[in-house]
């Protein structure tokens, strides 16, 4: 009985009733709310106020709250930092970069002015308003990510910015803090400079080859790259730390360290995604609000004054940082508002700024009190607005699609070899359209004898790993068995039957005596079918790849299909967030600038001009075993096709046998008529023109 009551005397010690209550909370909070019309995020903040020491005092805010809420605002930096699109967020840092100074500089000089000016603290005190004032973290990025708009332009402009503004926020709070201990010294500037410099340089330099080596040797295990990135997010933060910052700041880096290692579109982050949304980041909400103590505010009316004051600082400097920002680069009212929202709440940066003023006893407890407040009431404000524009700049998006939609992606991809299946599916996330609903189809062909039965069911195991493979990345997936005479057949009936527009097949490097006299299994399939096939050779992760090197045969542009492939580079560019390199020649160049430019596509390009024989030549020269290399081949008859390309795989392969490697058959009209040989005569494909060809050639003449 004495344990019993133990265990449930307020607050809370014991572990199992705490994270019970947090778990019910977490299930309970956002759905009551949202029937109030009030932001899940809200709900989790006032839930923690309510249960909190100061509140009904059913948790203490003790070392367990603290060390899930320290994971969780570690995990908001980190996703932020991994959700990037990089290519489209190095476009706009110059964007970022006044951003993040504007959000830095206003509220600074504001909170100084403020602080020292009208409301008589000290000096001290004045700056350490002014940098509490000027912090913000991305509390409300949660609401971005679920509407989809975390890599809208203005939403990486607004994360760009926040970086930048807290982390001049901790270097001057460095500063200040060695003013109020006595350290100003050379000494003291050249170990906070070296530090920072020295941390930096180890993230970007170390983390991306460690991440690399690792994703190549370890693929296979889920739950060993877990932890490995989550140790890697940590090792980052504590550093941090050390070099004179806030671990924030280091989560933040590792994550940009590990964008390119880690797709959008992948099972591995799904899991990050899922237990941070789940667990970790609801818990730091929930412990923002158990700081909050209202009793105070009802006793010193002074400090209501106070709370009153900063907060309309707070929230009217960052509103107008986003709205000279807004001017500057001619965006609209709503994007302004996304801005505005998500870099108003404070939360981490902001306590940190005012503990070491405290501690320091350059302010009082009241001060705190106060910041606490304002923490709240700007978090509160944050999540409102973020919610509110979010939604409709999720909106606009959706008016915003191509002019030209493609087709739905209907991918199909016969597996048998259970070494490269995760290889193939992979590949076909990487191509797929994220708006697709179409589930991609993983097919197994059993040839149709006395064993098929039992082949079936062998079988049947590798479909339903790859079924858990694409659900794991939130794929819709679809797993087919067809019994025929041959797999040939098997994979053109299936293609048919499903209206499949895009196949996918590994890379058989051997030619047994059957394939010599009838024909290997590709050479059938493309015989018998017009949709695009690629043919992919894997020996590493895709995620490992860091460009796309893309041999273009002569008369390219003139394939039906030549649209088509030409966008699923740029998706493929896109997922691994890739530089492009086409070569080719100039007439084929110039199709594919037309294309990219009408695409407005973000990825790096780089174009090559060379005849086919000397293709290889930019790939030696510039691509190493980390890169991608595709050759866009043809079928046998059609206005493309080229002796050279059957045996240029097998070119590819030899000069490159380290490199992954891909040939992409174009699609072909279904309805024309045929060549002699049976196969389809294509057209020319209609693509918008744009202006600026001359530039474009200037990029193909200044890279050859």
């Known amino acids: 009985m004495m344990l019993l009551s133990a265990t449930f005397e307020l607050p809370l010690h014991h572990p199992v009733p705490i994270f019970g209550l947090v778990l019910l909370i ?21 839930s923690g106020l309510l249960i909190g020491p100061h509140g009904f005092n059913i948790l203490e805010r003790g070392e367990s709250v603290e060390l899930f809420s ?21 476009k706009n840092r110059v964007r970022s970069l006044v951003f993040g100074g504007l959000s830095f500089l206003i509220p600074f000089g504001s909170g100084i002015l ?18 509490m004032l000027a912090s913000h973290t991305l509390v409300a990025y949660p609401i971005a990510s679920r509407l989809g708009i975390q890599k809208n332009r203005v939403v990486m402009i607004t994360v760009g910015g926040t970086i930048l503004a807290d982390s001049l926020v901790l270097v001057f709070l460095a500063v200040v803090e060695g003013f109020l201990s006595g350290e100003m010294s050379a000494v003291f500037w050249l170990r906070l400079i070296g530090s920072i410099a020295g941390f930096i340089a180890f993230v970007f330099l170390t983390y991306p080859r460690i991440g690399r080596w690792f994703f190549k040797n370890v693929e296979n295990d889920q739950n060993t790259q877990f932890v490995f990135v989550l140790t890697m997010v940590f090792l980052a933060a504590f550093l941090a730390e050390v070099a004179g910052m806030e671990a924030i700041i280091g989560a933040f880096m590792s994550g940009l360290a590990l964008n390119r290692l880690i797709p959008a579109q992948s099972a591995l982050m799904s899991r990050l995604e899922f237990v941070g949304n789940s667990i970790f980041i609801p818990f730091f909400l929930i412990s923002v609000g158990m700081m909050v103590d209202l009793r105070i505010f009802i006793e010193n009316w002074t400090l209501v004054l106070i709370v009153g004051i900063l907060t309309l600082a707070a929230v009217a400097t960052k509103w107008l940082a986003a709205w000279i920002t807004q001017l500057s680069f001619h965006f609209n009212s709503v994007q302004r508002n996304v801005m505005f929202g998500l870099s108003t709440a404070r939360a981490a940066a902001t306590i940190a700024v005012v503990l070491v003023g405290f501690e320091a006893g350059a302010v009082d407890a009241e001060l705190v009190n106060a910041t606490v407040a304002v923490i709240l009431l700007t978090s509160l404000v944050g999540s409102v607005v973020t919610e509110n524009a979010g939604r409709k700049l999720a909106a606009m998006e959706k008016r915003y699609e191509p002019e030209h939609p493609l087709d739905e992606d209907r991918i199909l991809i016969p597996v048998a070899n259970p070494a490269t299946a995760g290889y193939l599916l992979d590949f076909a996330v990487a191509i797929r359209q994220p708006s697709s609903s179409y589930p991609i189809m993983a097919l197994s062909v059993v040839k149709d004898d006395d064993t098929a039965r ?10 339903d790993e790859a079924m ?10 679809q797993a ?41 299994t590709l050479h059938q399939v493309l015989h018998q079918s017009f949709q695009m096939v690629y043919v992919l050779r894997q ?21 039906y299909g030549f649209v088509l492939w030409v966008d699923k580079m740029a998706a493929i560019a896109r997922h691994l967030t890739a530089t492009l390199h086409f070569i080719g020649d100039r007439e084929g160049l110039e199709a594919v600038g037309n294309r990219l430019e009408a695409l407005r596509n973000p990825a790096p390009v780089h174009f090559y001009d060379s005849i086919l024989d000397k293709a290889t030549e930019p790939v030696h020269r510039h691509a190493d075993t980390n890169d991608l290399i595709i050759l866009i081949s043809a079928r046998e008859g059609t206005l493309s096709y080229d002796d050279a390309l059957d045996a240029y795989p097998k070119k590819l392969q ?6 992954n490697l891909l040939t992409i058959f174009p699609q072909q009209q279904h309805d024309q008529s045929r060549s002699d040989h049976g196969y389809p005569i294509t057209s020319p494909p209609h693509f918008p023109k744009v202006n600026g060809l001359n530039k474009i050639w200037e990029r193909i003449t200044k890279n050859t």
Do not use: C
Not at 70 to 90: D, K, S, V, W
Not at 458 to 463: G, M, S
Not at 468 to 477: F, I
Not at 654 to 659: I, K, L, T, Y
């Open 480 to 520: 087919l068995t067809r019994i025929d005479m041959n797999v040939s057949s098997g994979i053109v009936r299936a293609m048919k039957e499903r209206a499949a527009n895009e196949l996918i097949i590994g890379w058989n490097e051997r030619m047994s005596t059957r394939d010599f006299f009838f024909g290997s």
């Open 654 to 659: 030899q000069e490159f046998p380290d490199n």
């Open 114 to 131: 403020i602080g020292h000016g009208f409301l008589g603290f000290s000096l001290e005190a004045g700056f350490i308003t002014g940098l």
């Open 468 to 477: 858990t493979h694409l659900r794991a990345m939130d794929v819709p997936a």
């Open 70 to 90: 320290t994971i969780g605002i570690l995990y908001i930096m980190f996703l932020a930092g991994l959700e990037l699109e990089m290519n489209e967020f190095l």
């Open 454 to 463: 039992k082949e079936s069911r062998a079988q049947r195991h590798l479909l």
């Open 539 to 559: 020996i590493q992760p895709l995620n490992t790849n860091e460009d796309l090197f893309i041999i273009l045969n002569e008369n390219a542009r003139f394939e």
């Open 26 to 46: 977490l299930l309970l909070a956002p759905m009551a709310f949202s029937r109030l019309k009030i932001p899940g995020i809200i709900g989790l903040i006032i």
